[in-house]
């Protein structure tokens, strides 16, 4: 498998300022040449550790999750990751070897390695070895409901988790699940979507669920509301609900990404 890391750095002063990233009303794309040193940020609790964030709650936008790419470099890592209680979490390795450590149990993570973390839990990450390691951290906070419980830890990695293709793609479409669609315990889903060279999305989503689409690898021409961007490995999209959605991957390689919905859930009727 292929992934994409960002290296971080600065542009040149001979580098024009035009670029692709845009915000809108309905959605945002982050391309990755924005994702520099000057706009990383620290954690509390966090050694040898600096992040991109890359989506963030923000009202009358898309309000359920945050979402970081995390740089943790040689003996860094952190033994109180998570500061909120509420806060459930999805990590994602792109780049290197991650430790993960949950309820006393380690786990190495390798490019590829998913974990789910539910709200509360005992968990620590670190890297041991002598690289940086980088990976997605996905975090919402957890909506629970009477009678129903908190879904447990799962740590796995995506070459053991089948892609199923969409009806009648051929293959041409396909999305790795990590959790099963129909376990109401969890609100909120990560997902790893594929398409091969002419794969497309032939009708606008248009959903009450908010997006974070991370494009893990290759490019396509991606619908937003009502235009078509160039998207590439690296870029973030980013959007609100009910914000049209279509793809068209033209080739010549695969087309993946990375991608968080909200789910299972009624509406919150107050704000």
């Known amino acids: 498998m292929s992934y994409y890391a960002p290296k971080g750095g600065l542009p040149p002063q ?3 300022t035009t670029d692709r990233a845009v915000f809108t009303e309905a959605y945002a794309v982050l391309p990755r040449g924005t994702m520099r040193d000057i706009v990383t940020s620290r954690l509390p609790f966090w050694d040898e550790t ?11 936008f898309a309000e359920t999750f945050s979402q970081y790419i995390v740089e943790v470099g040689p003996g860094g890592g952190s033994d109180k990751p998570e500061t909120d209680p509420a806060a459930e979490a999805v990590l994602f390795v792109v780049s290197g070897n991650l430790v993960l450590t949950v309820a006393g ?14 709200p509360g ?7 041991t070895s002598d690289a940086a390691v980088t990976f997605h951290l996905v975090r919402k906070a957890y909506e629970r409901i009477d009678g129903i419980d908190v ?3 799962l740590v796995t990695n995506e070459v053991d988790v089948e892609g199923r293709e969409m009806p009648g793609t051929e293959g041409r479409w396909r999305t790795q699940r990590f959790v099963d669609p129909d376990d109401v315990r969890h609100d909120m889903h990560v997902n790893i979507v594929s398409f091969e060279p002419g794969g497309v999305i032939p009708f606008p989503e248009t959903h ?22 160039e998207v590439q490995e690296g870029d973030f999209m980013w959007l609100r609900a009910f914000c049209p959605q279509a793809c068209y991957a033209g080739g010549p390689g695969r087309f993946r990404y990375l991608l968080y919905k909200d789910v299972n859930r009624h509406p919150k009727l107050t704000l």
């Open 14 to 16: 001979t580098d024009l």
């Open 50 to 60: 600096r992040l991109w964030v890359i989506a963030r709650p923000l009202s009358g």
């Open 105 to 118: 149990e380690k786990h190495t993570l390798v490019e590829g390695g998913y974990a789910y973390l539910p």
């Open 121 to 127: 839990g005992d968990w620590t990450v670190r890297n």
């Open 151 to 153: 879904p447990p830890a």
């Open 208 to 229: 009450v669920m908010e997006h974070g689409l991370y494009v893990l690898e290759g490019k396509a021409v991606y619908l937003l509301n009502k235009d078509w961007v």
